[in-house]
């Protein structure tokens, strides 16, 4: 409810909105009962429309894991006001953009909302939290919970090839190995 007002109360947001990935420990089934409940959506972002590559992934040592999704100026200003820099100088998607645009449109749908989703004529509390990710705080008859909001692209197993072939390879053993037939993975 929270994200389709927000797709309605921030056009940056709607533009660049594509889906929900329901993760994390509770949809994955390995949620331990004793902790409070908590539940993680990644808030997948459309693919840039314009031409984008992975870069310079695994080339910081500080941050191995971590990637530049490199792309050309956009003909929407959604896109353009997410780009940076990169280290290198080039255009970039950045994820602290990302961050803001969520966060901004989540606040306004809550605002909208009055913090109220009404569920099965029973009203629930909806708060957010300041941090990262959004974490959306929810209260209601007998139920208290989060909800963590996390920006992501979901990508093709292809770019791994592109952005560093030795993490594609070992991805294709694995899934190879473990029969698992996926074509795509998260960019978070």
């Given at each position: 409810?929270?994200?389709?007002?927000?797709?309605?109360?921030?056009?940056n947001?709607?533009?660049?909105?594509?889906?929900?990935?329901?993760?994390?420990?509770?949809?994955?089934?390995?949620?331990?009962?004793s902790?409070?409940?908590?539940?993680?959506?990644?808030?997948?972002?459309?693919?840039?429309?314009?031409?984008?590559?992975?870069?310079?992934?695994?080339?910081?040592?500080?941050?191995?894991?971590?990637?530049?999704?490199?792309?050309?100026?956009?003909?929407?200003?959604?896109?353009?006001?997410?780009?940076?820099?990169?280290?290198?100088?080039?255009?970039?998607?950045?994820?602290?953009?990302?961050?803001?645009?969520?966060?901004?449109?989540?606040?306004?749908?809550?605002?909208?909302?009055?913090?109220?989703?009404?569920?099965?004529?029973?009203?629930?509390?909806?708060?957010?939290?300041?941090?990262?990710?959004?974490?959306?705080?929810?209260?209601?008859?007998?139920?208290?919970?989060?909800?963590?909001?996390?920006?992501?692209?979901?990508?093709?197993?292809?770019?791994?090839?592109?952005a560093?072939?030795?993490?594609?390879?070992?991805?294709?053993?694995?899934?190879r190995?473990?029969?698992?037939?996926?074509?795509?993975?998260?960019?978070?």
């Open positions: 409810t929270v994200l389709k007002i927000a797709q309605v109360k921030s056009e947001f709607k533009e660049l909105f594509r889906e929900i990935y329901y993760g994390g420990s509770y949809y994955d089934r390995l949620k331990v009962k902790t409070d409940f908590e539940f993680d959506l990644n808030i997948v972002f459309q693919n840039p429309k314009t031409s984008w590559v992975l870069r310079n992934l695994g080339d910081d040592v500080r941050k191995p894991n971590f990637a530049n999704l490199a792309c050309q100026q956009a003909a929407s200003k959604a896109w353009n006001e997410l780009m940076i820099k990169d280290r290198q100088g080039n255009l970039a998607i950045s994820p602290k953009k990302m961050f803001s645009v969520l966060q901004t449109a989540v606040d306004r749908a809550l605002q909208e909302m009055e913090n109220k989703v009404v569920v099965n004529n029973e009203t629930f509390q909806v708060t957010r939290s300041t941090g990262a990710p959004v974490i959306l705080n929810v209260n209601g008859p007998g139920v208290k919970f989060t909800v963590d909001l996390v920006p992501a692209f979901k990508l093709d197993l292809s770019h791994l090839k592109i560093c072939v030795d993490l594609k390879t070992r991805v294709d053993n694995i899934l190995d473990f029969k698992i037939e996926t074509k795509t993975f998260m960019a978070i």
